[in-house]
Every structure is written in C-alpha cells, then in structure tokens.
C-alpha cells in the first residue's frame, strides 16, 4: 500500500469515520483533548548549513516570510504576521528568529491587506523620515501626544538617529503615554550596544519609579520600517493592529515589518509559528480541537509550503529517501493550561507512560534515523537504570492525587524522571516540559508532547500517524492502561530495531484500538513502514517439498532484505575547536533484517553473511511455523572518533544463500552502503526517481560465488543479541 493509497476516496473515508469515532470516544469519556504539532520543511534544494545543521543561514528568512505569506493568501486571510524572538541557545549571540501567523478566532479580520507586511528579505526603500511618519500619525491616532516621541541612538554612533520611541501602554480602557526626556536627562536615548531591534536595548532601566516602562519603537532595518510592539494584553493588541495598519494605509507604506512581543497565549487568537531550527523550517501548528481540524490545517500547511519551494522530503546522497531530518512532534492537552485533560483525568498520562512503554512501536517506526538514549527522544528505559522502578512509584502517585488537582505537585511528579541521561526535561520521548512548568514563561500549558516523531513528506501520512496516536489516547481516557512496566533489557533494540517486530507490535496496537470500539486498520500504517523501512533486495528460491503421495513439488520462497535501525551511541566529549566541548555520536554502525514469510524455507537453508550464519527468530515464539526475522549489524563506514576503533568497516556486505543439504551458495548479492561503483557522488539526487536509482543500485547481484561450498561456523547469540548477527564480534572474513 503506497502513499497514493491515501488519495483513495474509500480509503480516506474510511479514515474520517475512524477520526469521528474517535471523537464519540472523547465526548463519552467528558475529555477536551486539543492537537497540535510541529511539522519541519526545507527547501527542494537543500545547499548549505542552514539545510543541515545551522539554525541561521542566507535564505532561510526569505523562505519563511515567503511561506508565511503564501499561507495567509491561501488559507488564512484576514491574518497578520509578527516577527519576533524564538529560542535561545548557549553559543548563539541572540534568540532565534520566529513569524507568528495570527487571526481572530471569530473570524473578523485582524490585517486586511497583507502586502503592506515584508513578504521576503530582499532590500527596502524605506527611510528614517518613513519610520518618524509612522510613529506620528500612530501616535495621534492613539490620543498620545507626539511631544512623548523619543529619538533614540547607538552609544557609538550619538549624533545619529537609530530611530523612535513612544512609551506606550493600556489601562484597559485607553492608551496612555509618557515623556522620558526628563528621566534620562537628553533629547535622545541612549540604546544598549548590540544587534537586536532598538525595542530591546531602551535604557529601561534609567527611568524613574513613576515611568511607563515599555515602549513602541519604529526603526528602518535593511530598508523596512520596522515597528517593535511591547508587550501588551490581547484586547489591546486586538485594538492596535488594525490602527498600524491604517497608519501605513495612510501613508502608502508596503512592505514593513511588525515585531516584538505577541500577547499571552489565548485561544481568542489562534497562531502558527514558522522558527528557525537547525538545518529545517519548523512550523507550529495552531491549536485543534480535532483531528479533522488537525489534518486541514496540515494540508494548508503542506501546500503553502510546495508552493513556497519548500519540501518535507529530503534525498540523501546514497538515494536513501527520508524525511527532514526534523522532529514533527506531537503536542496533547487542553483549551487553557488549567483545562488539560491530564489535569482532569489523572490516570491518562500514566496510563500513557506504560502503554508506550509497552509498545516499542510507537517509539521506532515514526521517528528519524537519530533514535536511542542520545537522541532528542530517548525513551524511559532507554535514559537510567532505575527510571522504570522510580516512575511506577510516580504513576500511582499521579492517580492517587486528589481533586482539585495540585497542578505543581503533579507535573514534578514526572519532571524529573521523563528525561535524557544529562537530565534534559527537554529531550525525552513524553516530554511534560510544558505540562504545568515553573521554570519557562510558557510551560504551564497543559500540554504533553510527544517527540519521537519526525516529518513525513506525505502530508495524508503525516496526518494518519497523528490520528493513530490520538486514537490511542481516546482507548486510554475510555479505559486506563494499568499493566505493570515490561523489563526489555537488551531485547529492546535487539528486537524493536527490526522491520518485522515492529510491524508485529504495531498490528498488536491496531487490533487493541479495535477492541475498544475504535475502527483503526493496521493497513493504514503500511506506507508509513514501508517508507521507514524501505526494501533493499530480495531472494527468489524454487525449492523442492514433498507431498501427500510420496512426490515433490517445487515452491517458490522469497527471502526479503530490509533497512532495519541502529541507534547512534554517545562518545566521551570532544573539543570542538571553539575552547568548548561538544556531544559527539558513533553514526557508523547499520543494520538490516532479512525475513521470511514462510519458516519452511529455513528448513532447507541458511543465510550467510560475510560468511557467518544468521539466527532467523520466530515472530511468534510459541509457534515456530510462524514468519522469522534475523538482524545485521556492522560496520557501514570508517569513522573518528567512534566507538571499537580496531574494527574494521564490513561494507559491502557478501550475502550468500545456502543449501543445507549441499552446503553450497544458490543465491548471491552485494549490499553498498555507497556507490557499488566506486566513485563519489557529484551531489545530492536532484529527483525521487534519480534517488531511487541509486538506492537500487546498492543491492548488487552476485552471481561469481553460486555454487561454491562453504563451512558454517558455530557463533554465539548473546542474551543481548538473540535476534541480530553482530559482524563485530567476530573476525572479518574475506569476500
């Protein structure tokens, strides 16, 4: 089942009428269960930094106000864009850049004309003499006499105007202002050194105790008239966003830029952010109150963004097709932060908390190809020994919890156990950094999110994962999950890191889905495996099988090869040249799984790998007839630092079926990690179609050992590794 499955009118039906059981679930079990995420993109061509690993870069602006603008023209009229700060990361001299798309949720317009706003970076026309207009007429428009305006200035530069002042706030019924010039004793403010609009460098702290304290600026920067808002209020931001715009009506001004501070967050004023994030576009989506409302909101999202030359698809060199390389997170809660449904129902997180923990599924088959306990989303067993033992005890603490809930108490209860091995609150699967947060202005949200997600480049597959996940809440809130923790141990990569268990256990979450009346059918996941497990080969094999009559027939078996997962282990730290240290991963390692449907195969034969035999296991344990799957790990590239420098690089990878009765190789190929014709790729593949080429390229055929004999060694299969061939752990053999 491809993705172009989804485009099916029966299928996609069916899907909107599991979406609406999903509902009727919510609305029995009294459940207000808002929806959200954070979709990340990159251009089509993605060259440069900016589209790997930088958060900043020359055209990622451009590409944002671009995309922000197509969404508005699109989907949203009526909204405004505001520019303003985004996260802060040590090292970087000032916040990331974030665009906040706005309107009014009862659909009265908040900006008509959105081309009087910067719809790109490219160079304005704008003067200083632009920027003192506006802040004028703004100033009278408001009742705030213009003697209030203060020039401002870099302390470098003093006989220069940086640009305007307006002390400005609401008292809830009109706008007041204020005179600075006796407090700071000049005609024109002296501005802290630095980059940031001049709105975040006023000498605040000069003012006297009786001074207004926040101020509107209007600067030219790059040739735009800039205006940098305070903060204020929602009713007051309602009230001046249409007058700046009809300040810059009145004076023909296009092409400006409104920055600064966006109100309290209030569903009175749904937004999408667009931020900078290492090497992607991240968008965050407004709240939904529904999957249906989720998915039309994706589908905005995911046009704005073709249009705007941006993709959630990236082609990697060696034709391998994947998503961003951003996380596409899964944010839960409520309308308000004290109306979270994990608030309300206290036993839905921890019942959560065990399902997932129950179910390695949901923490492999949508995630990136950086996964494990160094990742942005390790899971709870995969952070600290006792994480497990330690959140049983906080699990029944949260249930026990009495009514009205002590909000504080309840979210420290996991705060300090869902994190990374650094102790980041941040970086873990179920992430409760804005559940009821004391420590960040905005974490008493109310919500959980979820991060071991990563961008699909199919906006209906994209969708289809987030109503499987919210499916699952609905079966959670209609009956908590109270089974104890499953103690994994080494099985949980050795096992969960291969194509076919994960399917085996995600089948297992579908039919459960069904048992609680929600209609989610495990096919629906097919394109989504397939994509993160792609197929790199197969084995076609006639065999000879007796019957009933005491005569052969011959059966065709097939033997399927897939990309399987490896997560990536942290090194010690490593200087990083700058006088600092940094985290530093082994991405050397692979592994693929090789499957049979049909386990009477294995009777007659056995699969070899650099010339050690494979451990096909059961998918199902109890009945050995059952399809089997086995794992190979090893060596896909040299690299330094890694970890067991002293082995050596085990690509490619000489694949040999054999007979059991003959000993003798029947079936032969090569799998490359790189070009199997031994010359660097120029660049990335610029198609699908060219990426694929090269992904095919890599199984290679290889008739030249069909027929030879070979002896099969006895290995040992550690506890750790019952399900998987570590080429490690054994000496190269020659190929």
Known sequence: MSTDAFSSDATWSAIRACGDAVESSFATSGLLFTMGGEPTFIAHDPQGPEWNTAAFGPTKLDYARRFARQLIETAYPGAVVLE???????????????????????GKPLWNDITRLRGDTKEGRHTLKHAEAVITALAERLSISTAGILPVHDTATPKATAGFALPLDHDGSSWIGDDWTSALKQDSAALFPGDSLIGLRLPLGSLGEKNLRRALTVEVRHGAVTVFIPPLL???????????????????????????????LDPRLPTIGFASDPGVIEVNLAICENWTAYDRQLAHIYTAAEKTGLTARKLQVNGRETGTGGGAHLVFGGPLGFA??????PALLPSAIRYFQHHPALSYAFTGQYMGPSSQAPRIDESTFEALYELEIACAGAEQSGSPQNFALFDLLFRDLLMDRSGNTHRAEISVDKLWNPFAGNGRAGLVELRAFETHPDRRAMSVVALFIRAIFARLAADPFKPPFIRWAGELHDKFFLPAFVWQDLAAICADLREHGIPFQTEWLRPLWEFRFPKLGEFVLTTMHPTAKSKTKSVTQTVVF??????????????DGGGGTSRCVDASMDRIEV??????????????????PCEFRPLDETDPKTPAAAGIRYRAFFLNPALHPHIPVHAPLLIEWVDKNTFAVIAAARWHVWNPHGVPYVKRPSTSAEAAGRFAERWEPWPHTIGQPRLIPKIDFPPEGRHTLDLRR???QSR
């Open 84 to 106: 303003t700060s985004g996260k802060h990361y040590p090292g970087e001299p000032l916040p990331r850049w974030a665009l906040l798309v706005q309107w009014r949720a009862d």
């Open 234 to 264: 929602l009713e007051a931001y309602l009230e001046l966003i249409p007058v700046l715009e009809g300040v810059f009506d009145s004076l023909k001004l296009k092409g400006a830029i409104l920055a600064g501070y966006a109100p309290p």
């Open 340 to 345: 979270s449904p994990f608030f309300a129902f």
């Open 562 to 575: 897939r990309q399987a997962l490896e997560a990536w282990p942290l090194l010690g730290e490593q200087p």
């Open 595 to 612: 499957s049979v449907s049909d386990a009477a195969v294995l009777e007659n034969g056995l699969l070899l790998v650099n010339g050690f």
């Open 730 to 732: 054994y000496p190269a």
